[in-house]
């Protein structure tokens, strides 16, 4: 999607989209630290003809650059999935909820350190992103924010409820068996 919202802005060859990305630091919702992934996703565009090659040229000692635009159907695509994106909420399958439902194969306290691991590396993302020159209309910033608070908020709870003897397990349970005690 970043790439075709690009080349809806104006036409571009694929160095370009990268450069473009990172100076407007969108790398952080893309990732694009690869040249190849580009390539790529440049290809798959092409093929399903939401993208088309508008020229291709040669500088002298240079190799060939080829400029993409976006077609009609591209458009109408990124529209759509412009919509969809935002009013749906996707199933994501990230591994921090894969992690935490299997929490219960450590013991608490080893669980306990980790979540304050986590905990440390959270409290510097946010202050990396306080930190950070604010980009007009850079929302996802905003949004990376408030949801990196809120991990952080609820990690740290989770910490204390581990520490207090609140919210305990035993290793030879079944898995998913974390229950505070006395329930």
């Known amino acids: 999607m970043v790439l075709l919202a690009l080349v809806a802005e104006a036409p571009l060859h694929p160095y370009g989209m990268q450069q473009l990305i990172k100076e407007r630091g969108k790398d952080v919702v893309a990732n694009v630290a690869q040249p190849n992934s580009v390539y790529q996703t440049i290809d798959r565009l092409r093929r399903a003809e939401l993208i088309a090659v508008r020229e291709t040229s040669r500088a002298e000692r240079r190799p060939e650059r080829t400029v993409y635009e976006i077609t009609e159907l591209g458009r109408a695509t990124l529209a759509r999935w412009l919509r969809t994106m935002l009013a749906e909420p996707q ?31 959270l409290a510097g993302r946010l202050a990396e992103l306080d930190a950070g020159v604010p980009r007009p209309l850079a929302i996802e910033d905003a949004y990376r924010r408030a949801t990196t608070l809120a991990e952080l908020a609820w990690v740290r709870g989770l910490v204390e ?15 998913g068996s974390m229950e505070a005690p006395g329930a």
Do not use: V
């Open 91 to 121: 199933r994501d399958f990230p591994d921090f909820p894969a992690a935490l439902s299997f929490l219960c194969l450590l013991d608490p306290d080893d669980a306990a350190r980790r979540l304050e691991e986590r905990s440390r590396a």
């Open 161 to 175: 409820d581990l520490r207090a003897g609140r919210r305990t397990w035993n290793r030879e349970g079944s898995m």
